[in-house]
Structure formats: C-alpha cells, structure tokens
C-alpha cells in the first residue's frame, strides 16, 4: 500500500465498501480505538442517503496507519470494509480530466453545429 508523501494527507484515511446503514458515530467508535480522531465524514447523495464510503481523519499520522493495518478488511455491519490512504492530488487529477472532457464534449458539439453535422439517433 502506497502511502502519500503529503504529512495532511498521511493522516487521511479513505473507507470504503461501508454498509449503507453505518452512521457517523459507528465509523467514530471503531476507528478511534486507534487513536484520537480529528474529523469523520461520511460520503452521502443530494439525498443525504450514505454511498458506502467515508473520510476519517486522524490527529497524527502514525495512528492513521495503525488504524489502516489493523482494520482493512474487516467485518463490519456483514461487509468487508476496504480502507486506504486518501489521495487528494489523485481526486483532483480525475476531477480535472472530467471537466477538461466536458469542455471538449462542448466544443465539439459547437463544431458540428457550425459545419452542419447532425447526430444519428
């Protein structure tokens, strides 16, 4: 497991595969037998119903990779979660790719509209 260069970022831990019951206060109890936590943050939708993943966020970095060794693949809730060192430059690359398609998407359909191609159904 590859962990960031960044010391914020070695304090981060990224969670996935979380049942979608799981509350705030489920991932709080478990993950800070580990250490003290700064910040959890569970990953929801526009409807506030939770995606299954969570950020957690450890005062020091040596109790974030203790708390990531001891508990990647545990059973929680009749799931195996997956935890990992959260990568920020990794989501940010990908969130400027996707705009970067999107702005290209535009443009080409700005491009056929002004030489006249018409899409196929």
Known sequence: MQRPTDAAAQRALFIKNLNFNITGADIYD???K??????VRLGTDSTLKTKGTAYVVYE????????MTHLNGFHLMERYIVVLFHHPS?????????????AREIALAAEKQRLGIREDP
Do not use: T, V
């Not at 580990?34 to 910040?39: K, L, T």
């Not at 790719?97 to 999107?102: D, L, M």
């Open 60 to 67: 020091s970095p040596d109790d974030a990779r203790e708390a």
């Open 34 to 39: 580990y250490g003290p936590i700064r910040q």
């Open 90 to 102: 990794k989501q940010q690359a990908s969130a400027m790719a996707k705009s970067e398609i999107r």
């Open 30 to 32: 478990l993950f800070g």
